[in-house]
């Protein structure tokens, strides 16, 4: 695989986990992921995604898509903390509870797939030598 498609593969998870992040946070509070006229669900992750894309360029994601530490760590701290003050600067709610959930949650989404990713790469390495 290509690097260039190792990125948008790496990208697409990304963006998947955050709209399974949103669409969780939706189903547990509001009980109905898409919302009214089925725009909730674009509307709670919005900001998340607009996070995840400026991490992406902070942390030149593209060059090691799977790197946990090297990647993950800052992908997931800028989607955090601009997803938040996104909400914050359109209304949306930021209490600390929901801070910390996110945080927790969206570390083990956006790290924890390329964590194991790296366990596997390693596992194959070491049976191929």
Do not use: E, N
């Not at 530490?69 to 601009?82: D, S």
């Not at 997803?83 to 790290?111: N, P, Y």
């Amino acid at each position: 695989m290509t690097i260039r498609r190792r990125a948008l593969l790496a990208l697409l998870v990304d963006v998947v986990f955050v709209v399974v992040f949103a669409g969780i946070g939706r189903a547990t509070h509001d009980g109905d992921v898409l919302g009214p006229g089925g725009s909730g669900l674009a509307t709670t992750a919005w900001p998340f995604l607009a996070g995840l894309l400026l991490g992406w360029v902070v942390s030149l994601a593209w060059r090691r898509p799977a790197a946990p530490a090297r990647t993950g760590l800052p992908v997931w701290a800028v989607t955090l903390v601009v997803g938040m003050l996104l909400r914050a600067l359109s209304g949306q709610g930021v209490a600390a509870a929901f801070i910390v959930v996110a945080g927790i949650t969206l570390l083990l989404f956006l790290v924890g797939w390329r964590g194991i990713a790296a366990l596997l790469a390693r596992r194959r390495v070491s049976r191929s030598a």
